[in-house]
């Protein structure tokens, strides 16, 4: 299967937000994904910065 980690870039260090990514997408200023069983993480200000689908990560920086 093809499921990611989301990280979160803080102070130049990736936090993981989300194990199992199915879905993720930039909407209306924020990232939304999905995770395999249906959870939501919403990042607010966030834009996609990195995907590496060969490592299976998404690198999320988000703007305040």
Avoid: P
Wanted: with cysteine; proline share 0%; charged share 35%.
């Amino acid at each position: 299967m093809c499921e990611s980690k989301l990280y979160v870039l803080e102070r130049g260090e990736r936090k993981q937000v989300l194990d199992n990514a199915v879905l993720v997408r930039e909407q209306d200023g924020r990232v939304v994904a999905r995770g395999l069983l249906g959870e939501t993480v919403e990042l607010e200000g966030g834009r996609i910065v990195e995907v590496d689908a060969e490592g299976h990560a998404i690198v999320v920086r988000v703007e305040e």
